[in-house]
């Protein structure tokens, strides 16, 4: 499984809600009340960027994936230099498997900075490997890496296409340099398991599981495993 949609809320989440009081009593009321709200603001405001691009994201929360892919169209048609629009839309665009997606990718790989660049090689290899292409996805995540070595999430995407190529020994390899990077990444630890799995080392693989959910307890794929183990 990827993570692919677990990053995207999160990462439009922190984009467009940078703080947060921590209240969350009568979350979906409140959601759908911000959401008629933001509506009727829309419709006087149809030229606000930052209005847009917070309707995206309420679309995005209530799993209307094809209207927030819509209003990311157009917010970066209203103004293009958005890297963290463009790295959104072409991210979910990469997930319904839309060769829009490369298009968008190619433009952030000519970024002059150095992680946006990395995020346009990472959107290209998100799509191949959802489009069950691993060999150029690995490609990309090493382009991905070459722009910017501290991009965790492209070991990791890179470490899932070896895993599915059956390169056991190099997704470890690569989910250890993404370790290295960040310790507390549960997923680093669950593909971890997966691949001490492929190599018959259960009692190592559980370890790494348990290490998933003591950083994430709702982390189902830890859980399906290390129950699948216990059997």
């Known amino acids: 499984m990827r993570l692919l949609f677990h990053l995207l ?3 439009l989440l922190s984009f467009f809600y940078a703080s947060c009081d921590g209240k969350k009593s009568n979350e979906t009321l409140s959601d759908n009340k911000a959401a008629d709200s933001s509506l009727l ?11 847009i691009n917070q309707m995206a994201f309420n679309k ?24 963290e629009v463009e790295n959104q839309l072409g991210s979910l665009l990469a997930a319904i498997k839309s060769d ?9 790989t000519h970024s002059e900075k150095a992680l946006d660049a990395a995020k346009g090689h990472y959107i290209k290899g998100l799509f191949y490997a959802n489009t069950g292409n691993d060999r150029e996805a690995i490609k990309s995540f090493d382009s991905s890496i070459i ?11 890179k470490a899932i296409s070896l895993y599915h190529s059956k ?12 370790m290295d990077l960040d310790r507390k990444n549960p997923d680093v630890y669950y593909w971890l398991g997966l691949c001490l799995e492929e190599k018959k080392d259960s009692e190592k693989a559980a370890a790494y599981y ?10 189902e794929g830890a859980i399906i495993s290390l129950n699948n183990l216990k059997k």
């Not at 603001?41 to 209005?51: F, G, H, I, R, W």
């Not at 722009?147 to 995407?157: C, G, K, P």
């Open 147 to 157: 722009s910017n070595f501290t991009f965790t999430d492209a070991y990791i995407e």
């Open 210 to 219: 348990q290490e998933t959910l003591r950083l994430d307890p709702d982390h």
């Open 60 to 83: 995005l929360q209530m799993g209307d994936t094809g209207k927030s892919i819509q209003l990311l169209s157009q917010s970066l048609g209203l103004k293009l230099e958005q890297p």
């Open 9 to 11: 809320v999160m990462g």
């Open 41 to 51: 603001l829309l419709e006087k405001y149809p030229d606000s960027v930052k209005l």
């Open 100 to 108: 829009q997606s490369l298009l968008i990718a190619t433009r952030m």
């Open 167 to 178: 390169e056991i020994n190099k997704a470890i390899d690569a989910l250890s340099k993404a």
